[in-house]
């Protein structure tokens, strides 16, 4: 007995969309079904070496035909076919694949992009009012007949078929003029046979049909012929495929709707032979920086695919490349977990590192604003890369990473600094905040603005934990000007630093008193210029670092150390010790308003806002009374 289902609503949608597109490459939908059919049968092919229920077939081929009376066009595979639950579960709901991104930019009215999709079975409905399905899996005792119209519901019955696979027949529309539809061009061979080398020559398996040969004697004959060349894309020669062919395929075959931001393709020969042809898509996935994504290449066996994630091949600083490794020196019978130890595959996952970063690095010397974009989309990434495994990839990754600067609105790289850095430097200088606004108005860029040196400037939560692995660059060291002594007082600034903070020393301590374990000191400092005060910290533990940690679970008690610096050139400075020396019992109310303002500046919370605001209307009380 027949059973009709409802499809799921958003299936509904891309149903509609299909039926009434008035989109004109409506051809790609024989790509689409050609290749579901050649997923059926690597499917197919790979479970036969594991699962005794799945037998292999002698060939395996995918078989087009079509019947002009009927206006029938038929796609046969001997894949893997599916099961009733498979027809309910696979074709009733849209996957989380290309066509669900399709229909999600089809709803912010981008239509322009429906080209760019693999957009799968449902665009049989471009061309056909009605699509019925025969198929058998290995796992089901009986075949089954999935048909509909494409409207709201399909119809599932038993269906007596032998052979594993599966046979998809589209009864095309009827031609529209009006509209300029032909629909019975599909019925023609010839069309056929250009839309299977259009888009589907690189299919591993044979696209066959039967062809009708006119012999001398004007007799006509059919013959069956491969339609496709079955050379793989990334085993055709280079200079023969066209940039726009690799885009289709990347798209198709990693689900993607934007063509890729660089492609990578190479061969290899000698010790080691594989071709490598790798994607950096243009944006990373949603849950890219989450542990939901899966980093991994396709991995293929002169041309037969083994893998669909294989994640040795690839390094987790260049997790967002996507692509495939086609080698003929891994035997297909290994098993998963033996792969994982190949040491071929663990040279051909060197090779690729190579690769990737020569890449990039080309790109940042010949094409920056590329490189910029990929940096915006990665570069986060490249960092983490380079704190991950204690430092390891430091060497590989360091040339490839970015930074604004005091000095530049455009990133450059650390070489860049190195190569324009005053001459006696001896340090490259960074500073840390929210963003690039916030850490120029830091006081504590007062004294390397005036001494005109560059500050990198450090605004992603991974860049002072990445220079902590680092340490140096070019054998010199990276140095906060947030942090610690500053290196870069003349001997005169500091020999009167030191004098001044003899002369007022009382004062000092009767301020650190007042902030008891608020702070690790106080003193005077030599790097503010026009700013009355500021928070440092000492060696070791960064104030944004510290912020950062103390978000993190179970890492609540870690503490940086604190110094409050206070610029004896300020008129604040001057009104401090006047209180001081007149007023002492309001010392503490003043020490605690300071302190609490360059928290404030450093972009800290303040623990008691109300105790805060009540000693500043206190203080401005005073002050108008005087
Ligand atoms: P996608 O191929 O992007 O997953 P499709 O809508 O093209 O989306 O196909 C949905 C699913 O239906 C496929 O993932 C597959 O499981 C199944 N399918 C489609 N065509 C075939 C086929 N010829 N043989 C076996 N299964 C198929």
Same mark, same amino acid.
């Given at each position: ?172 529309? $009827? &031609? !529209?003029? /009006?509209?300029? =539809? ?10 056929? +046979? %250009?839309?299977? *080398? ?17 012999? $001398? &004697? !004007?007799? /006509?004959?059919? =013959? ?10 990334? +085993? %055709?020669?280079? *200079? ?18 934007? &063509? ?367």
């Amino acid at each position: 007995m027949a059973k009709t289902r409802q499809f799921k609503t958003e299936s509904k949608k891309l149903l509609n969309l299909m039926i009434n597109s008035i989109y004109t490459h409506k051809e790609i939908f024989l790509r689409e079904l050609i290749s579901n059919a050649s997923d059926a049968i690597d499917k197919r092919h790979f479970l036969s070496l594991t699962e005794e229920a799945v037998p292999s077939a002698d060939t395996y081929e995918i078989f087009l035909s079509h019947d002009p009376e009927k206006r029938t066009l038929t796609i046969k595979d001997n894949g893997i076919g599916l099961t009733e639950d498979e027809l309910i579960h696979n074709l009733g709901t849209i996957a989380e694949s290309g066509s669900k991104a399709f229909l999600e930019k089809l709803e912010k009215k981008d239509i322009d992009i429906i080209g760019q999709f693999g957009v799968g079975f449902y665009s049989a409905f471009m061309v056909a009012k009605k699509v019925e399905i025969f198929t058998r899996s290995p796992y089901a005792d009986t075949g089954y007949r999935w048909v509909s119209s494409g409207e709201s519901n399909y119809k599932i019955d038993t269906f007596e078929k032998e052979d594993i696979g599966t046979i998809i027949q589209l009864y095309l529309r $009827d &031609d !529209d003029d /009006e509209n300029d =539809e032909n629909y019975s061009d599909y019925l023609e061979e010839w069309t056929l +046979k %250009r839309l299977v *080398k259009k888009y589907s020559d690189y299919v591993r398996y044979p696209i066959k049909m039967a062809v009708t040969k006119t012999d $001398d &004697d !004007d007799k /006509e004959t059919t =013959e069956i012929e491969t339609l496709n060349s079955m050379i793989p894309i990334w +085993k %055709r020669p280079k *200079k023969d495929i066209k940039e726009e062919e690799i885009n289709a395929f990347y798209k198709r075959q990693f689900n993607d709707f934007e &063509d890729p931001l660089h492609t990578i393709h190479t061969r290899v020969e000698g010790m080691l032979t594989y071709t490598a042809m790798l994607f950096i898509p243009k944006r990373p996935p949603h849950d890219f920086y989450t542990d939901k994504f899966e980093k991994g290449l396709q991995l293929y066996s002169k041309g037969v695919f083994i893998q669909d994630k294989n994640k040795d091949l690839i390094g987790d600083h260049y997790r967002f490349m996507k692509g495939l490794v086609d080698s003929a020196d891994l035997s297909l019978n290994i098993s998963r977990e033996m792969l994982q130890h190949d040491r071929q595959l663990k040279k051909i996952a060197a090779h690729i590192e190579k690769k990737i970063t020569s890449e990039l690095e080309k790109m940042l010397k010949n094409d920056r604003e590329k490189y910029i974009e990929f940096y915006q989309a990665y570069g986060t990434n490249l960092k983490y890369g380079i704190y991950d495994q204690f430092g390891a990839k430091k060497e590989l990754l360091q040339d490839l990473i970015l930074f604004k600067t005091n000095k530049s609105d455009e990133y450059i790289s650390l070489k860049d600094y190195i190569d324009r850095k005053q001459d006696d430097q001896k340090a490259l200088y960074y500073a840390t905040g929210k963003t690039k606004a916030h850490i120029e108005s830091l006081p504590q860029m007062d004294l390397v603005k005036e001494k005109d040196i560059e500050v990198l400037f450090f605004t992603d939560d991974i860049d002072e934990f990445m220079v902590q692995i680092m340490q140096t660059y070019e054998d010199l060291p990276f140095k906060s000007v947030q942090q610690g002594e500053s290196d870069l007082l003349d001997e005169d600034n500091k020999n009167t630093l030191i004098e001044q903070e003899k002369t007022h020393k009382k004062l000092l301590k009767a301020i650190k008193k007042a902030l008891k374990d608020d702070v690790k000191d106080v003193k005077l400092s030599g790097r503010l210029k026009t700013s009355p005060v500021c928070l440092v910290s000492g060696e070791g533990l960064s104030l944004e670092m510290e912020k950062i940690l103390k978000q993190m679970p179970n890492q609540s008690e870690i503490k940086a150390d604190k110094i409050l610096e206070i610029n004896p050139d300020h008129d604040l400075f001057l009104a401090l010790s006047a209180v001081f020396e007149n007023q002492p019992e309001s010392l503490d109310d003043y020490a605690s308003l300071l302190y609490h303002q360059a928290l404030l500046i450093e972009g800290y919370p303040i623990d008691d806002p109300v105790a805060f605001s009540n000693r500043m209307v206190k203080l401005m009380v005073q002050a108008s009374k005087r």
